[in-house]
């Protein structure tokens, strides 16, 4: 070899070894802190740029993707949608993606195109998703669900457009006909969501349970194969596990019904099964509130008896969980009662994490709701009010959120190799930041192109629409 053919950096670059296409590897994963002797400014870093370690699966920041609906999915299966959707997202650099709410068995989902884990042919689909965030070095969990009373509806566009266009004031219910299953919806006790627009649930019978149970198994042998990292449990918005534990969802009158300890018993009894098999992060969202105390008082009435689901009997459930060696509680709230008054604004459920962040102390607890700006991020975090923050609207308006985050925060973190040029600016080598600088928007924080920035501190207000 002659002196001038002596490679002089080394070349191809590295790939991801068994992808089957080319991909050059990401070196680290996308949005993590870039070495601090380096990059001067990340040797006191601001806690969202914390990695965070579960089980073994290092979480390289704490700015996470809370799990979103797509109703794009064909008979339960991703579809390319999902490939480019949640790919984007781990271009990006976001802490941990996680794959919205998939039914474990097909009466579960909330519309036909929801997603689902019920049987081997939705395996292959998944785990491409899954192999092309690995390939960039990111971390993907799925959301386990069973919409319970609030199933077979149709995708939420449709109905928009029927009501705007067309006038439409008939029923929320996807017919037979339709590929709805109006009357396979299954709930705790026979009462509907909203009569004469939702179904008529018909009441679980033990035998149903049991088989969910087994689905649930299933499902996690499945998530094993598909590769995932962790697996939450959809405990929240008023779909099945909302409806077993609140006293307005469930009047069983059989072990699973009445006290609080036969409510919880369901949620309880599948965390604990998904926890025998599942030995990487596991966790739980959870509805801290049906916001029913402007209607029906206090959680707890004068005679003794939970009147309505609150963050009382939430700690006591989390604290069971937490037990059973759940790992994370993700504390979102709503969605199982139309009377409730919702107090919206940013951070709006911040308070219920924070309450089960001081009452539970073996569990780590995420916070999600209006939470759109880096420094209100950041605080929720520097403050110890929660561990981890979950965005889910942001990130469809603001996909590169971690990166600005970083920017704005004035750490460094590495942005997906492909984008390095849109990103120079986060690769400048700055001076040592102090912690408290990240904090509650100091002005010294040096943000885009260097300048001094005081970064914005509340969100704008958001209108509220009912959530998955
Ligand atoms: C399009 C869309 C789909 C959603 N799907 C789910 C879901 O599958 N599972 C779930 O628990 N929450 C779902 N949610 C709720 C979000 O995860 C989140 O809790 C909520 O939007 C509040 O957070 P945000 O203010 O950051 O949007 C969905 C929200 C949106 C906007």
């Excluded at 949005?31 to 914390?50: C, H, I, M, R, T």
């Excluded at 260097?450 to 970064?455: E, F, I, S, V």
Aim: overall charge negative; some cysteine.
């Amino acid at each position: 070899m002659t002196k001038s053919s002596q490679p002089i950096f080394p070349y191809p670059p590295k790939k991801v070894e068994g992808y089957p296409t080319y991909l050059p590897d990401q070196v680290q994963p996308v949005g993590s802190l870039l070495d601090a002797n380096v990059y001067k400014q990340n040797q006191d870093p601001p806690k969202l740029f914390e990695p965070l370690t579960i089980r073994g699966v290092e979480f390289p920041n704490r700015a996470w993707v809370a799990p979103m609906c797509q109703y794009s999915s064909d008979e339960g299966k991703a579809t390319d949608h999902h490939l480019v959707h949640l790919g984007s997202m781990a271009m990006r650099g976001w802490g941990s993606i996680m794959v919205e709410a998939t039914a474990v068995v097909p009466e579960g989902r909330i519309t036909p195109e929801d997603m689902g884990i019920w049987e081997d042919a939705q395996i292959e689909p998944l785990k491409r998703v899954v192999d092309y965030v690995h390939g960039l070095r990111g971390i993907i969990g799925i959301q386990l669900a069973h919409a319970g009373r609030k199933a077979s509806n149709p995708a939420p566009w449709t109905l928009r457009q029927a009501i705007e266009e067309k006038g439409y004031d008939g029923g929320d219910v996807v017919g037979e006909e339709n590929g709805g299953w109006p009357n396979n919806v299954q709930a705790p006790s026979a009462i509907s969501f909203n009569p004469g627009k939702y179904a008529n649930p018909v009441e679980i019978t033990t035998e149903y349970i049991e088989n969910l149970k087994k689905a649930y198994v299933a499902a996690v042998e499945r998530c094993k194969k598909i590769g995932f990292d962790f697996i939450e449990i959809h405990g929240a918005h008023g779909y099945l596990l909302h409806e077993f534990v609140s006293p307005l969802s469930n009047t069983r009158k059989d072990s699973y019904g009445g006290s609080l300890d036969n409510r919880i018993r369901l949620p309880l009894e599948l965390a604990q099964l998904v926890r025998e098999k599942w030995n990487k992060p596991l966790f739980y969202r959870v509805s801290a509130t049906d916001w029913l105390e402007e209607d029906l008082g206090p959680e707890k009435g004068k005679n003794g008896e939970w009147a309505w689901w609150g963050i009382e009997q939430t700690t006591y459930l989390t604290q069971k969980l937490a037990d059973l060696g759940l790992d994370l509680i993700d504390v979102s709230s709503g969605g199982n009662d139309l009377r409730g008054n919702i107090k919206v604004g940013p951070s709006y459920q911040l308070p219920f994490a924070e309450h089960i962040k001081q009452n539970v102390s073996n569990i780590l607890v995420g916070s999600v709701g209006i939470i759109t700006e880096p420094v209100q991020a950041n605080d929720i975090l520097e403050e110890g009010k929660a561990d981890i923050v979950f965005l889910a609207r942001q990130v469809l308006r603001d996909i590169d959120f971690p990166l600005r985050a970083a920017l704005e925060l004035g750490a460094a973190v590495s942005p997906a190799v492909q984008y390095e040029r849109a990103w120079t600016r986060m690769l400048v080598k700055r001076d040592h930041v102090k912690k408290a600088a990240h904090h509650h928007g100091v002005d010294e924080v040096q943000g885009e192109e260097g300048k001094k920035t005081k970064p914005k501190r509340d969100a704008p207000p958001e209108v509220h629409t009912s959530v998955p």
